[in-house]
């Protein structure tokens, strides 16, 4: 016998022997009808009522059982091979009783590996005694064989109304069980396709549209405070935008943006500014201990040659020594301990306020991941949004987000730097990121953390639009 199978979960589809076999329309209604009758012997009589719409009354004539006979031998020599015989075939003939004596019927005998509609009930129907795993592989396995609307070349017919009105509870039961086996094991990501999929086929179902926004809820609760992720396998690091406090990271090293003369004071003779992020870095890792902070920064400074000394009479609060812009200082932090990448990327004018542009920040960043890479000792590296408090880079918050991560991806193709790099927005800092356009940039991105060519709009706008310094206070929350 040839190798049969059918799929009406969807356009119908006959394949026999491997091949698609190409049906006429009418010849797949009477396929398609005799579908319908699940194994039953459909009289001839009601094959021409229901496939040409012609009721017929008495005994049915000649000319039209001639027509009937006609889409049988084309369905016939689709679905058996030559020779088969009236006991082996597929689509059988027989006699059937009628009010008009005995008449013609034909039946159409399949299992469930050769017709989609038995194997997806017998699944259905298997899951529903079965443990949850092997339940969500059966279900799984069941839903891939819907393709779409059942039996659509016959959708309005009133004789394929109850199989499609069945098929359809049953393929919505399936969804949801699935749905609540996903989530019961604790894989909501798995149930929301499904669901997403179940509400495509219901858009009007209060109930289902319901489901899908709380499995999306559930979703983005298991993120918490991660706004984007994205992994680059090619580099063995991850990029992390997130909600909250930078000095919660505590199992992550810091990175502290610093004016060219690295000041500290908060207080009395105030040079920065006590909520910035140096101020909290006092504060919160140091106890205020200005002076532990101070030695630290000196002890770090001592390899690095100042470009200039101020005199007291022009600077008559704070530092005076000036470093390059780009100096990164690594420090040691007490209690709960990692490190703090001090980082000057601003000049610190005689006013006391603190000038930077996109050249200082982008120089400044290369700099830090290169002593990253080498002080760092693999750990993740939590980093403010740089350049957009009080010594405000002008760029936008989204530009300054894609030179972090663009300057970052690229310190990795030289080498190891971090296994996860964290920027780390404040609530506040929120409300003027638009993180639509800074995923769409994430996603373009390869795997080695190579920009298509599309990509390089959100990192170079700003030569176009953007004025090349921008001053403020020194101190960058």
């Not at 229901?50 to 016939?76: A, Y």
């Not at 993120?223 to 930078?246: N, Y």
């Not at 610190?348 to 542009?357: E, F, I, M, T």
Request: glycine share 8%.
């Amino acid at each position: 016998m040839a190798c049969i199978h059918i799929s009406v979960l969807g356009n119908t589809v006959v394949r026999r022997d491997g091949e698609d076999i190409r049906l006429t329309p009418l010849t797949t209604r009477l396929l398609l009808r005799l579908v319908t009758a699940e194994g039953e012997a459909v009289p001839c009589g009601d094959l021409y009522t229901d496939l040409w719409g012609e009721p017929v009354r008495g005994r049915i004539s000649r000319p039209h059982r001639t027509e009937v006979q006609k889409r049988v031998l084309e369905l016939r020599r689709a679905l058996d091979s030559a020779g088969a015989s009236d006991s082996t075939s597929v689509l059988r003939t027989e006699q059937a009783l009628s009010g008009q004596g005995r008449d013609s019927a034909y039946r159409l005998v399949l299992n469930p590996d050769q017709i989609d509609v038995l194997e997806f009930t017998g699944l259905f129907n298997q899951a529903a005694h079965a443990a949850p795993a092997t339940a969500t592989v059966l279900l799984t396995k069941s839903l891939g064989l819907w393709r779409g609307r059942p039996l659509a070349e016959v959708a309005d017919a009133v004789f394929a109304g109850p199989l499609i009105r069945r098929l359809t509870t049953t393929y919505e039961s399936v969804c949801a069980e699935l749905i609540a086996l996903h989530t019961d094991s604790g894989r909501p990501e798995l149930a929301l396709p499904v669901a997403e999929r179940l509400v495509a086929g219901r858009p009007d179902d209060p109930e289902a549209l319901a489901a899908l926004t709380k499995l999306r809820a559930q979703l983005r609760e298991r993120h918490g405070a991660e706004l984007l992720r994205r992994e680059f396998p090619a580099l063995r690091t991850s990029l992390v935008v997130k909600r909250g406090d930078l000095f919660e990271e505590t199992d992550a090293n810091l990175v502290a943006g610093f004016g060219d003369t690295f000041d500290t004071a908060t207080e009395r003779d105030a040079i920065i500014s006590r909520e910035s992020v140096q101020g909290q870095l006092l504060h919160r890792r140091y106890g205020g201990d200005r002076t532990l902070l101070d030695r630290e920064l000196r002890s770090g400074l001592r390899a690095v040659t100042p470009v200039g000394r101020e005199s007291a009479r022009d600077k008559p609060k704070g530092k005076r020594l000036r470093y390059p812009i780009g100096t990164v200082v690594p420090l040691a932090l007490p209690e709960p301990g990692g490190r703090a990448f001090a980082v000057a990327y601003s000049h610190q004018g005689l006013d006391l306020v603190a000038r930077s542009d996109p050249e200082d920040l982008g120089g400044s960043l290369e700099r830090l991941w290169e002593s990253v890479a080498v002080h760092g000792l693999l750990r993740p590296v939590a980093i403010p949004l740089v350049g957009a408090g009080l010594a405000r880079v002008a760029l936008r918050a989204e530009q300054v987000i894609v030179m972090i991560v663009e300057s970052f991806l690229r310190a990795c193709r030289q080498g190891p730097v971090s296994p996860e790099l964290r920027i780390v927005l404040r609530p506040q800092d929120l409300r003027g990121v638009r993180l639509s356009e800074v995923a769409q940039y994430v996603e373009a991105l390869t795997g080695d953390g190579r920009h298509l060519d599309g990509g390089r709009a959100a990192r170079d706008d700003w030569r176009e639009d953007q004025p090349t310094a921008a001053s403020g206070s020194i101190g960058d929350p």
